[in-house]
Nanobody, 126 residues
Framework: QVQLVESGGGLVQAGDSLRLSCAASGPTFSSNSMGWFRQAPGKEREFAAGISGRGGDTYYADAVKGRFTISRDNAKNTVYLQMNSLTPEDTAVYYC???????????????????WGQGTQVTVSS
């Protein structure tokens, strides 16, 4: 059974940094793309960042490009999201997601991911 568990969220001030982690248990995802999505109150869940199975390709939403960095450690079956220069607009529940199919390029739509974590709250105060 696949399980994704996020951690690292919290309450920070504008300009601060946070690093989110997503630990996957069950099958290894070393050949699968992984993604981070976020959902602010009253808004739809949106793509933030994605990384290919081997980590060679990354993709970012325009809103986070240059501030967020996605990475992975396949030996630990863990994906990270380093978030710098946070703003109140980054306040959301952040979700980790995994593509069940191997060797696919990074996807950006929620419907293209098959496994989801429970989410971790990130709150940025002004």
């Amino acid at each position: 059974q696949v399980q994704l568990v996020e951690s690292g969220g919290g309450l920070v001030q504008a300009g601060d940094s946070l690093r989110l982690s997503c630990a996957a248990s069950g099958p290894t995802f070393s050949s699968n793309s992984m993604g981070w999505f976020r959902q602010a109150p009253g808004k739809e869940r949106e793509f933030a960042a994605g990384i290919s199975g081997r980590g060679g390709d990354t993709y970012y939403a325009d809103a986070v490009k240059g501030r967020f960095t996605i990475s992975r450690d396949n030996a630990k079956n863990t994906v990270y999201l380093q978030m710098n220069s946070l703003t109140p607009e980054d306040t959301a529940v952040y979700y980790c997601a995994a593509d069940s199919r191997r060797f696919r390029v990074v996807r950006t739509r929620t419907s293209e991911y098959d496994y989801w974590g429970q989410g971790t709250q990130v709150t940025v105060s002004s």
